[in-house]
């Protein structure tokens, strides 16, 4: 909330926002409502996950997730806590614990152990340490948010577009093939097109 007296009142900046949602007006209302609320986000998700990459991660989406929703905010409580309990949301969802499943098939037993040459395994971290890299050089964010969801969360393509709202024929689809040919022609050229 605004400590300036003559600064327009949360409640305001709603109206305002949804008001004009792809107007000028409208955007300027959402940028100066969230961003009031951005390092409070912040401190209160690195509270809970106690991890400051973690914690920005998880307050830029939940601001995200707040602006995407404005339109649906029915004023019914603060705004402050509506955006508080999707932050609790996200950071619920990232300290979860990952179900593991045991393949039936695979006896642990005959497992091979890895004998892998230290120099081969430095070279691997190296590539995936570029992968990386280049996913955050080259891409949208769009992209990096439904590459992130797909490839790490293991979330199905038409969930992808649903979350993040992506429009047009091919949804999602149509921004991870982008994401997958950006990234390749960067990779390409970073290692003589290997």
Known sequence: MSTDPKAPSDEELVAAA???RDGAGGRAA????????????????LRIV???DLALDLAQDALISAWRA??????????????FAIARNRCRSALRPRILSRDQA???????E????????????QEESAVLDAVREVLEPIEQQALWLRAIECVPVDEITRLLGIGGASGAR???QSARRKLRAHLGNRWGGR
Do not use: I, K, M
């Open 18 to 20: 949804q008001r004009d």
């Open 30 to 45: 959402a940028q100066e409502l969230l961003g009031r609320y951005r390092t409070r986000t912040y401190q209160w998700c």
């Open 50 to 52: 106690r991890d400051h």
């Open 70 to 83: 404005l339109p649906e905010f029915n004023s019914q409580s603060r705004f402050s806590s509506w955006v």
């Open 106 to 112: 695979v006896e642990p037993d005959a497992l091979e």
């Open 114 to 125: 890895d004998d892998a040459d230290p120099l081969d395994r430095l070279a691997l971290v």
């Open 174 to 176: 149509g921004v991870l």
